[in-house]
């Protein structure tokens, strides 16, 4: 699965130039301008630096949670009949599924880290929490595949899955710590944050890439572990369904 990614990537990568544009506007614009509002706290952060994980995060997720169109279209052509005959658990199939997303959401990912240098943001020069920052988008982009694998075994066409993802992916987003902190939300919606496994993704990224604050990262890796095994194991189940 992770050899078919990498191929594809390789013969076609204006998907993953074009998805980068987005987030880049974030960065660029939503960032700058927001830069002057003084009344977010960020303890001493930059607006800018503040919401540049979020906004890495953001994007890998939009790659993760579409995913599932790739399988409702192996699906719809008959190529899906036959990746289910190969001797290989369903499990096993839809972690490589997975993974194969988590790959590619960290090649996009990639592409947006520079940009965000040459956007004034200061990463802490560190390589192991570069890269330990960079498993995280890994493993939680990972997650979100398996859940996106799991909403496409319950959608019979591309369009309602479309639908369905752009439900998923702007909540997902709001009801995180991505651009604000946790509390200055309301206490309904702090509630949804403290589910929201985004949540945890963007605080050990901030906490990797920006403010130095490591104290909660194996407490954030350990409820996206959590929630990857969980969602590994749902979609597994559903999986069957696809060719039904």
Do not use: C
Not at 4 to 14: I, K, S, V
Not at 35 to 41: E, G, M, N
Not at 225 to 239: H, R
């Amino acid at each position: 699965m992770i050899e078919l990614e990498m191929r594809r990537l390789r013969h076609d990568r204006t998907e993953i130039y074009t998805r980068a544009v987005q987030p880049i506007l974030w960065l660029a614009v939503y960032g700058t301008v927001m830069s002057h509002v003084r009344d977010i706290p960020t303890n001493g952060i930059p607006y800018i630096d503040y919401i540049t994980p979020g906004v890495l995060l953001q994007s890998t997720i939009f790659v993760s949670v579409f995913y599932g169109l790739t399988i409702v279209w192996e699906r719809e052509t008959g190529i899906l009949k036959r990746l289910l005959v190969a001797p290989a658990s369903r499990y096993a199939t839809v972690t490589g599924r997975a993974i194969a997303s988590g790959v590619r959401a960290v090649v996009q990912a990639l592409i947006i880290f520079p940009v965000a240098i040459l956007l004034g943001v200061k990463f802490i020069a560190n390589p192991i929490y570069i890269l330990a920052a960079f498993m995280m988008l890994f493993m939680v982009s990972g997650g979100f595949a398996a859940l996106s694998i799991f909403v496409a075994s319950l959608m019979k066409t591309r369009e309602r899955f479309m639908g369905i993802g752009q439900a998923m992916i702007m909540p997902l987003f709001f009801a995180s710590n991505a651009l604000y902190p946790i509390k200055l939300m309301p206490p309904f919606l702090q509630s949804i944050a403290v589910l929201n496994p985004l949540t945890y993704a963007v605080d050990a990224v901030r906490g990797l890439m920006i403010s130095g604050d490591v104290a909660n990262i194996p407490a954030d890796f350990a409820a996206v572990m959590i929630f990857d095994v969980v969602v590994f194991i749902v979609a597994s189940i559903s999986f069957r369904r696809i060719i039904q």
